[in-house]
């Protein structure tokens, strides 16, 4: 198994950016997939989340009407739609997949956002 996020980079406020998570070694279309995110010195935030087919989704309240997530199942990527970007979004965005018998059980090593004022 295998994720493996881009997409991420310097931005200004107010900006957009477009991330993505290519998935490997896996049935993509059988697990919810996530975006976690972590600033510097702070702790996990999960930011948004996806079912199965894409009809259900899940955003924290401090992107919700700025972020949209997004999977493709026939190309096994899942996508975050990132706009209005604000200088608190920076952060390390991972890709995470949910095993809804043991919680996640993979990360990918993550894409760095950083949104200037």
């Known amino acids: 198994v295998q994720l493996v996020e881009s997409g991420g980079g310097e931005v200004q406020s107010g900006g957009s950016l477009r991330l993505s998570c290519a998935a490997f070694?896996?049935?993509?279309?059988?697990?919810?997939m996530y975006w976690v995110r972590q600033a510097r010195g702070k702790g996990l935030e999960w930011v948004s989340g996806?079912?199965?087919?894409?009809?259900?989704?899940y955003y924290a309240d401090s992107v919700k009407g700025r972020f949209t997530i997004v999977r493709d199942n026939a190309k096994n990527t899942l996508y975050l739609q990132m706009d209005s970007l604000k200088p608190e979004d920076t952060a390390l965005y991972y890709c995470a997949r949910l095993n809804r018998a043991t919680g996640v059980d993979y990360w990918g090593v993550g894409t760095l956002v950083a949104v200037s004022s």
């Open positions: 996806i079912n199965f087919a894409g009809d259900r989704e």
């Open positions: 070694g896996f049935t993509f279309s059988s697990y919810w």
